[in-house]
C-alpha cells in the first residue's frame, strides 16, 4: 500500500508543479522541496527562468542629442562633443581625419599640441583651445567596439576679425563723452550678440556708476555695437575690448584726460617731435649760417 500512496503523492507533487503560479518563472533559481511519502524523503527540482536568455543586450552607443556642426572664429575653443552609452570597459579615441591623426585616447593625448584636450566626463568632449584656421575639418570619436562605431563632428572655423572704429588709442576729456563702435562681419553667419569689457572685466550696465549704455544693430550678416559713456571719469581710462563668439575680440587704450584738450594729446607725439626739430632748427641754424 505504501508503494501506492508514495506514487499518488509523487503524481500529486508534479501536477502542482506544473500549475504552479506564473511568479516563479521570474526568478532566476528557485528551490521547491517535494515530498516523496511518508517519511519525510525530500528532493529537489530546480527550475531555472529563461528571462535572461530573452532579455536584449545593452549595445554600446553614441548619444544622438549633441550637435555635429561645430563653428568657431580663429582664436576662440571648440568643444566637439561625444557622449558614449554603455561604453563598459572599451575605449574612446578621437581621431582629426584630414591626416588620420590620433590625438586622444580616453584621458591621454597623443599629440604634443597642447591645445587639444578631453573635458567633461563622463563625457568624452574633445576641447580645442584656441583654434587655428587650420583646424577646420572633420574629427571622429571612436570606440573599440566589434564592429567598430564612430561619429564624426564637423569643425568650421572662421577667420573674422571684430574691429572698433577709429584709432586704437582714444583720448578724452574727463567729463566728456566715451563712444565706441565695434563692428563684426559674419561673413553670411547668423549674427551674434556682442560683449564689452573694460580692463578684463564685463561692463556691468547697471552699476551704481551709471552713464554706461549700449546700442546694438544686427543685420544679416553683421552686428553693430555702440558703448557710450558720460561723464568721463579718470577711472574709466584702460582697455576697451569688443567680444563676439563668432569672431576674434578687438581691443582699443582709452585715456581719460585731467586738463590737457584730448585732440592736442592725440596728436601730441607727432606735434612735440615737430616743435622740438623747430625749436633745433632755430637755435642751430642762425649760428650756422652767421659763422
Known amino acids: 500500500m505504501a508503494p501506492f500512496h508514495g506514487m499518488v503523492l509523487r503524481l500529486l507533487g508534479i501536477g502542482y508543479l506544473l500549475h504552479a503560479e506564473p511568479s516563479f518563472g521570474h526568478r532566476d533559481i528557485g528551490i521547491i522541496p517535494l515530498v516523496t511519502d511518508f517519511y519525510d524523503e525530500r528532493s529537489t527540482i530546480e527550475i531555472r527562468s529563461d528571462t535572461r536568455q530573452h532579455r536584449a543586450k545593452r549595445q554600446t552607443s553614441f548619444s544622438n542629442d549633441l550637435p ?10 571648440a568643444v566637439l562633443s561625444c557622449r558614449v552609452e554603455n561604453l563598459g570597459n572599451k575605449t574612446v579615441s578621437w581621431m582629426r581625419m584630414k591626416d588620420l591623426r590620433i590625438l586622444t585616447s580616453m584621458e591621454a593625448t597623443y599629440t604634443t599640441d597642447k591645445r587639444f584636450a578631453i573635458v567633461g566626463k563622463p563625457n568624452w568632449d574633445l576641447r580645442i583651445d584656441p583654434v587655428q584656421p587650420e583646424d577646420t575639418g572633420i574629427y571622429e ?23 572698433i572704429l577709429g584709432s586704437e588709442e582714444v583720448y578724452v576729456k574727463k567729463g566728456s563723452k566715451i563712444s565706441l563702435t565695434c563692428t563684426v562681419d559674419m561673413q553670411d553667419v547668423p549674427p551674434s550678440n556682442v560683449t564689452w569689457y573694460h580692463a578684463g572685466s564685463i561692463i556691468d550696465f547697471d552699476s551704481p556708476r551709471g552713464g554706461v549704455s549700449l546700442e546694438t544693430e544686427k543685420g544679416k550678416s553683421f552686428t553693430k555695437s555702440m558703448l557710450v559713456i558720460t561723464r568721463a571719469l579718470i577711472n574709466d581710462s584702460g582697455n576697451y575690448t569688443c567680444f563676439s563668439n563668432k569672431a576674434a575680440p578687438a ?26 626739430i623747430l625749436l633745433f632748427l632755430a637755435i642751430v641754424l642762425p649760428i650756422v649760417v652767421f659763422r
Open 68 to 77: 555635429q556642426n561645430v563653428t568657431v572664429a580663429v582664436g576662440q575653443f
Open 141 to 163: 570619436c571612436q570606440v573599440n567596439t566589434e564592429p567598430k562605431i564612430h561619429r564624426a563632428v564637423s569643425l568650421k572655423v572662421l577667420d573674422v576679425q571684430a574691429k
Open 251 to 276: 581691443s582699443v587704450v582709452v585715456h581719460v584726460l585731467n586738463g590737457e584738450h584730448p585732440a592736442a594729446m592725440q596728436h601730441g607725439g607727432t606735434g612735440n617731435v615737430n616743435r622740438r
